[in-house]
C-alpha cells in the first residue's frame, strides 16, 4: 500500500515537473521581428581629404551598395534576454539569395536556424523566411551578419545582446548605459566586383579604411555623463583586419568575451580579431575641461595603419578631439597580442546563463575522447586560389547538407573522409564533414603555417582557449595547457607560425559549421561540418539526430530536396 502511494505521489512529482519543464519554453518571453533588407546607396567613408584631382573619382567610387535592415546601417539591435523566444522575419528585397547567421548564438539543438549554406536553403529575392529560435542557456554579446555571396562587405550586419535573466546577478554593478560598437574593416569597391575578383583568382587588396556603427571617421559620437559608468559591446564585424580599439584617455575594464565573464582587468588598448566580441565598462570621467576624446579602431599587422575613429563627448566639450591619436601597440607586435589573448580568463567564481558558479564546469578533469589538428593553407584550382583545411578546400552540394541527412538523398559527401591531422598528399576540393558523438569531449589544435592571423569560429558552440604559443605544435605542448580558468567563447585566433588549442563538449547535437571568420578565406572553401548525432545514435545517416529540434514548418527546400 505504502509503496503503491509513494509511486503515485513520485508520477504525480514527475508530471509536475514534466508539465512545467514543457511550459518554460511557452512561458519564455516571445520576442517578434520584421526586418526587410534592400541595398542603399551610401558612402560610409564619405570623400576622402585626398588631393582635389581624385576627389571626384574617390567620390563616385565610394558610394557604395550598402545592405541596410529596415533603412539602418548596422542593423537593428537584437536585445534579447536567456531564454527568450525569437521570431525574426527577414523579407528579402535584394537581389540575391540571402541569409543571415547568428555569429555565437547557440541555437541549442536547432541547426536549422543557423543560416548558413549547409543548413538552409537561401530566402530567395522578393521572399521572406521566419527564423525562429529560443536563446538558450546564454548570456553575453554577439552580432548576426549575412552569410552568403560575399554579402558581409556590404553591410547586413548587427549587434546582438543577451542579458542576464533577473534571477542570476551580474557580476558589477548595473551601468549606466549600453554602447554597441560594430568596428570592421571597409572597402569602397562593390561587393559584387570584389566577388568576381575573387572568383578570378585574387587575393583581397587592403581594405579602404575601418568603420564603426557603419560610419566614416569622427561620425559615431558616444555622449558620456560626467562620471558614469558605460558598457560598451564591441564586436569585430570586418572582413579579414585584426583591429586594436582604444579610447583617448578612458581605460577599459574587461568584463565578458562571447558569453564568458571574465576576471575584471584593465587594459588600455584591446586587440579584436575578425569576429570576436567583448564587453568593457568605461568609467567616464569627472571633470574634462572642455575636452573631448578619441575613440580608435586601427588595423593590426598591416602594411600601413588604417584608423576608425570615434568620439567620445561629453555635455561640457567644447572641442572636437585634436592633436595625434592615442597610441596602440607597434602593428607588428605579435607578442603583444599573444600576451594579452593569455591574459584574459574566465571568472570561476561568478555564474552566467545560470546561477552556478561558471568554475563548476571542471572541464580541466574531463578525459579527451579525440584529437584534431586542423592545419590552414591553400592551392590553387587552375588559376583560382583557394583556401583549405587539412589539404581540403570545401565545395558546397547543390542541396544543403541538413536538407540531404534529413530527406536521406543519398549523397557523394557521406564518403568523404576528412583527415584528423594535416595530410602530405596533393590538396583537394571536397565536402568536408565531420561526424561526431554527442557528448564527446574534443580536442582540436589550430595550426596555422602561413604569415597571417588566421580565426576561426565554430557555430553551436563555445569552447575553452587552452593554450597558444608560437611554432608548431605536438602532444608535449598539452602539459603548458591552462586546465583550470581559460575564457569559454566561440572565435580564437591563431598567430602566424602559431597554433591555438580548444577543448570543447560536443552537448549540442546538430549539423554545424566550423569557418575562418576571415571573408575571403570562408568565400573560398575554408571550413567543414561538424555532424553531432543523438545520444546513444549510432549510425549518423538516421538523420535529423534523435533530441533535435524538428524540421521547422516553414522550411524553405531547394536543390534535390525541393519537390520532397
Ligand atoms: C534590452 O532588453 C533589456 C532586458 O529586457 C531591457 O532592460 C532594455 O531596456 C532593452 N534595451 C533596449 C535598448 O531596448
Ligand atoms: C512572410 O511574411 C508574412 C507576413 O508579412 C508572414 O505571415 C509569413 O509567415 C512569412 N513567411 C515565412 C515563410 O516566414
Ligand atoms: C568574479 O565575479 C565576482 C562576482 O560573481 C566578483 O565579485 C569578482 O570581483 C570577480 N572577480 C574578478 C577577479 O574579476
Ligand atoms: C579518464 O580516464 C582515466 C584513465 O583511462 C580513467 O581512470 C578515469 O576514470 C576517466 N575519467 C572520467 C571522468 O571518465
Ligand atoms: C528584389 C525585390 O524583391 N525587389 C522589390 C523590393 O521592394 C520594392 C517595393 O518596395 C519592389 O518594387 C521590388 O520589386
Redesign the pocket.
Known amino acids: 500500500m505504502t509503496h503503491v502511494t509513494i509511486t503515485s505521489t513520485l508520477v504525480l512529482f514527475i508530471s509536475i515537473f514534466t508539465i512545467a519543464a514543457v511550459l518554460v519554453d511557452s512561458e519564455s518571453p516571445h520576442l517578434f521581428f520584421d526586418w526587410?533588407v534592400?541595398y542603399s546607396r551610401r558612402a560610409p567613408l564619405g570623400v576622402d581629404k585626398q588631393a582635389c584631382i581624385f576627389i571626384l573619382i574617390n567620390f563616385i567610387a565610394s558610394i557604395n551598395s550598402v545592405i541596410v535592415i529596415n533603412d539602418q546601417f548596422p542593423g537593428p539591435v537584437l536585445n534579447a534576454t536567456t531564454n527568450d523566444v525569437v521570431d525574426i522575419n527577414i523579407h528579402?528585397?535584394?537581389?540575391d539569395p540571402f541569409l543571415i547567421t547568428w555569429n555565437g548564438v547557440q541555437l541549442r539543438r536547432n541547426s536549422w536556424q543557423d543560416g548558413v549554406q549547409e543548413t538552409n536553403c537561401p530566402i530567395l529575392?522578393?521572399q521572406n523566411w521566419t527564423y525562429s529560435f529560443q536563446i538558450k542557456d546564454q548570456i553575453g554579446s554577439f552580432f548576426y551578419f549575412p552569410s552568403l555571396l560575399l554579402h558581409k562587405a556590404a553591410g547586413g550586419y548587427g549587434a546582438i545582446r543577451v542579458h542576464n535573466r533577473d534571477n542570476v546577478p551580474v557580476p558589477f554593478a548595473q551601468p549606466y548605459q549600453e554602447f554597441d560598437i560594430l568596428i570592421g574593416d571597409w572597402y569602397n569597391v562593390d561587393h559584387r566586383d570584389m566577388r568576381v575578383s575573387l572568383d578570378e583568382g585574387n587575393s583581397l587588396p587592403m581594405p579602404d579604411g575601418v568603420l564603426i556603427n557603419g560610419v566614416g571617421p569622427n561620425q559615431a559620437i558616444f555622449d558620456f555623463e560626467s562620471g558614469a559608468i558605460y558598457r560598451l559591446r564591441i564586436s569585430n564585424v570586418g572582413l579579414k583586419t585584426s583591429l586594436n580599439f582604444r579610447i583617448e584617455d578612458h581605460l577599459m575594464l574587461l568584463v565578458e568575451t562571447e558569453g564568458s565573464y571574465t576576471i575584471q582587468q584593465h587594459y588600455s588598448s584591446l586587440d579584436i580579431h575578425v569576429g570576436q566580441s567583448y564587453s568593457v565598462l568605461v568609467t567616464a570621467k569627472d571633470q574634462t575641461n572642455g575636452l573631448s576624446y578619441y575613440m580608435v579602431a586601427s588595423s593590426r599587422f598591416t602594411a600601413f595603419e588604417l584608423f576608425g575613429i570615434g568620439v567620445v563627448r561629453y555635455p561640457d566639450s567644447e572641442v572636437d578631439p585634436f592633436g595625434p591619436f592615442p597610441a596602440g601597440p607597434p602593428r607588428y607586435d605579435y607578442k603583444f597580442s599573444l600576451d594579452q589573448a593569455r591574459s584574459i580568463r574566465w571568472n570561476l567564481s561568478t555564474g552566467a546563463a545560470r546561477p552556478n558558479p561558471q568554475g563548476s564546469y571542471h572541464y580541466g578533469s574531463i578525459n579527451i575522447s579525440h584529437t584534431l589538428v586542423l592545419e590552414n593553407s591553400f592551392m590553387y584550382e587552375g588559376s583560382r586560389l583557394r583556401y583549405t583545411i587539412n589539404g581540403v578546400s570545401f565545395v558546397h552540394p547543390d542541396t544543403p547538407l541538413k536538407l540531404a541527412d534529413y530527406f536521406q538523398l543519398d549523397d557523394e559527401f557521406m564518403s568523404v573522409i576528412f583527415p584528423d591531422s594535416p595530410v602530405d598528399s596533393l590538396p583537394t576540393l571536397g565536402t568536408s564533414v565531420i561526424d561526431a558523438n554527442y557528448h564527446d569531449f574534443v580536442h582540436i589544435v589550430f595550426v596555422n603555417p602561413l604569415q597571417h592571423v588566421q580565426t576561426w569560429h565554430i557555430d553551436g558552440y563555445n569552447f575553452f582557449i587552452v593554450g597558444m604559443g608560437w611554432g608548431s605544435w605536438d602532444e608535449s605542448k598539452m602539459a603548458t595547457y591552462n586546465m583550470v580558468d581559460a575564457v569559454s567563447r566561440s572565435t580564437v585566433q591563431v598567430y602566424p607560425s602559431s597554433w591555438t588549442a580548444i577543448l570543447t563538449k560536443l552537448d549540442n547535437q546538430g549539423m554545424w559549421n566550423l569557418r575562418s571568420q576571415n571573408a575571403e578565406n570562408w568565400y573560398l572553401g575554408q571550413e567543414l561540418y561538424i555532424r553531432v548525432k543523438g545520444v546513444g545514435q549510432e549510425d549518423p545517416s538516421t538523420i535529423p539526430a534523435r533530441d533535435e529540434a524538428p524540421i521547422p514548418v516553414n522550411i524553405i527546400k531547394c536543390g534535390r530536396a525541393t519537390s520532397l
Open positions: 526587410t534592400t528579402n528585397n535584394l537581389t529575392p522578393g
